[in-house]
């Protein structure tokens, strides 16, 4: 589901997207890219983020997407070990 609308339930757009389901979206987005996978490495935070802000506005919500940036590095990091650590 994308924030435009033009994902899949294509009909379904902005604000009509449930916010749980918004906040899902950038989560899974942001742990999807951290994770190393079998058939590709992880990336960086930093890459991360840059994702996740190219993606704000249009497959995700622009404000969360700023809400997710906005909390301080180390509080993400502290996390990545449910992620699998590539810190």
Do not use: W
């Not at 506005?57 to 909390?71: E, K, M, Y």
Request: aromatic residues 10%.
């Amino acid at each position: 589901m994308r924030i435009d609308g033009k994902g899949y339930y294509y009909h379904i757009a902005g604000a009509d997207i449930p916010l749980g389901a918004r906040i899902l979206a950038v989560a899974d987005v942001f742990s999807a890219v951290f994770m190393r996978r079998p058939y590709k490495e992880a990336a960086s935070y930093d890459e991360c983020i840059e994702i996740l802000k190219d993606a704000a506005g249009t497959q995700l919500d622009a404000h969360l997407v700023d809400v997710f940036c906005s909390i301080p590095r180390e509080k993400v990091m502290a996390c990545s070990h449910v992620l699998g650590d590539n810190a």
